[in-house]
């Protein structure tokens, strides 16, 4: 059974860094051919794409308004992903989602099998 475990949510004032983290079971044996990626959703907004990773190769893929800010990693030794978050915007406020998917460096939520609960992030100015 495969389960995604987010954490390192929480409330930070503007300019503050966060780092989520996302603990992956049940994928031992297909982790390292998938992608994982992390995604937002804040109030009344559709999910967006934020970043990905690819699990074989460390390449990533990053929502342009993000890029210069935050980094996706992986430990492949704990099957833990993480985002490192800068320089945090009030506009960064949502819940975070980390996925899993079959599908290169996707940024499609649609392709995305494998979802966490989400973790809350909140900006204030």
């Known amino acids: 059974q495969v389960q995604l475990v987010e954490s390192g949510g929480g409330s930070v004032q503007a300019g503050a860094s966060l780092t989520l983290s996302c603990a992956a079971s049940g994928l031992t044996s297909t982790i390292k051919v998938m992608t994982m990626g992390w995604f937002r959703q804040a109030p009344g907004k559709e999910r967006e794409f934020v970043a990905a990773?690819?699990?074989?190769?460390?390449?990533?893929y990053y929502k342009d308004s993000v890029k210069a800010r935050f980094t996706i990693s992986r430990n492949t030794r704990q099957n833990t992903g993480f985002l490192q978050m800068n320089s945090l915007k009030t506009e960064d406020t949502a819940v975070y989602y980390c996925a899993f998917t079959n599908r290169y460096l996707s940024s499609d939520y649609g392709q995305y099998t494998y979802w966490g609960q989400g973790t809350q992030v909140t900006v204030s100015s």
């Open positions: 990773m690819a699990w074989i190769n460390d390449n990533t």
